[in-house]
């Protein structure tokens, strides 16, 4: 089995006539945490969602290039974008639980994926609601509205709704930014705990943050890939200058 | 300092008065029709046809007719209005097209009644052949409410938040999916009060149904759908204006006009109450 | 650039290592002349400054454990904030090699003089002027003035062994009653090469701070 999970190729993204995207070149490891940084509109929240195809829903939109899912171009015409997204899960950056209950939001996934099985989705809401670490909190409540949860438990319980469909990969587009600061510990050391089963991609503003919890970090500014590398290398002595001035906060 | 408090009070005072006027108007007409109208209104008024060359009886197939041609223009409306909005909101494109149909369909909730009048009694009494009917009726109704259906349910649905639709999506739900379990359930509530109040609107309309079914007296009962029929509305008018001693049953018609009005605002709580409920059951 | 405190207080970190390095600087020049001088006065004012700069060294450590606790530097700036603590070391030690030097003064100075000294003097400048170079180059964050540091430790050792032969054979084997004066020098000698190690190590982290490479404890290919 090959170490590189997700192999991206010169490319490019335009939302109608504006280039979001430069020749990106990346490999991305598996079962590694990936921290993507760099200023606002520099082209993260793109380069994540272009991973899941997400980006297909946006009229205007066209890309060039590759990328590839072990070893499958995600773009290829046999490629159903459903299958994709199910092996990639996302959680956005505003927790966004559906007006369901605990149980419902973590059980949607398998019920569109086909699954009826009561006992097996039972069970699988089991696992999810454990992995992300809220079963605790929950098991007694099941039913209850999503929207009775806290903040950080909302987030959490969005991770269980990814986890739930069993995704290879997962992205993360700053899961904790409107966290407080417990919370955000939680879900860092979660991230860390999922890393042995998942490969994991994680946007964040914080750049303390991402050295925290990312094996390999890249910096991304103006739709470009500055640089990428072990996240000790980039934070200690980054090749660029501009990586440089960025991560010391010099840049603006 | 006092200048801005002046200033501010005579802009709320202003303001307030504009509420006082409209809510006077709706007092006073509203106590006209009550006091002029409920002397009339009897179990004998509400469930017994007209006799006596319309002196005398009740409105008994006015209410029926009134019932049946709104229930054929939400047949036709509701649907229709729903599958468009929807239509239009998740799957259109934003090209010059949709922004054409779209400003088309604001501008056809504004042509005026009678004109869809004289387009039903063209198209669907001549053209269709279906004749004078409460079928007929009910279509040109329907096509007269469909614009306010579908604006109203394209509100709905562009209230439920993107994020219901990208998080069903990133779980790998085709379009369809996401539309049927995270968005439709959350939309229909306010899909059906705007729909809702198109019919109260609907029902009660005189200019579409003058020349395309209603009748001034029928002494049965609508048996098809290609039937003529009476109705609240146009009973009103022939009341008022139509009949050969309009002293004598002024009353008749103020009860008629109480009956309507009962009728549209209960149409417009069931509505406000329908979207309450399920608003709460949304909740849980 | 975006303007930030934290600019500042790496501004002020800077000058306490500046400082620190004016007057190391100072107490070997001054302890070198008290030796060439015989002059017991001057040793004893080397002996005395040493106190600021023990001072200095604990301001400047106190200074750095802040920054990184609440800065959290990263890249070049953290570099800085390590290799100052660093510098900060070797400076302090170089300080203290001088203050060892006054001592040998003050033992001498009472004596008559064993030998005309012409090579440790020699050995002495090389040295206050290694000590410049290697302190300049972190000043100036300049990378080849802190290679060139670490070339001329050879020829420092050099000159060390030379002055050692001289005074063990020429000296110390033939008549015992030099042995006394002879050790002292010989312990000059031994401070000014250590000198000259601290300085070495001084160039070797400016390396790391300015271009990331280690070159510590490896040879340098060039």
Redesign the interface.
Known sequence: MSDIKIRVREFNFYYGQDKALKDVNIDIHRNRVLGIIGPSGCGKSTFLRSLNRMNDVILGSRYEGLIELDGQDIFGPKMDVVDIRRKIGMVFQKSNPFPKTIFENVAYGLKINGIRDKSYITGRVEESLKGAALWGEVKDRLGDSAFDLSGGQQQRLCIARALAIKPEILLMDEPASALDPTATLKIEELIQDLKKKYTIIIVTHNMQQAARISDFTAFFMLGELIEHDETGKIFTSPSKKITEDYITGRFG | MNKKYVEQNIGFGALGLCVVVVALTLVVILWDIISKGSGVISWAFLTRPPSNGMTEGGIFPAIVGTFLVTLITAVLAVPLGMGCAIYLNEYA??NRMTRLIRMSIRNLSGVPSIVYGLFGVVLFVQLMRIGTCVLAAGLTLGLMTLPWTITASEEALKNV?Q??R?????????KW?TIR??VLP?AVPGMLTGTILGLARAAGETAPILFTGAAFFLPFLPRSLFDQFMALPYHLYIMATQHHDIQAVRPIAYGTALVLIVLVFSMNLFAVIIRYRLRRL??? | MVERHFDDELAKLNTHIVKMAALTEEAIYRSIEALKNRDKDLAKDVIEADKKIDELENMVDDAAVRLLAIRQPVADELRFVTTAVKINTDLERIADLAVNISQRVLTLADEPLLKPLIDIPKLSEAAREMVKKAIDSFINRNEDLAKEVIFTDPEINRLKNAIQDELVNDYMAKDLKTVPRAVQLLLVARHLERMCDHATNIAEDVIFMVGAHVVKHRKIED
């Open positions: 494109h934003d938040p994020s219901f990208d998080g069903a999506l990133a779980l790998g739900a085709t999916q379990t995270n959350y949304r909740r849980e």
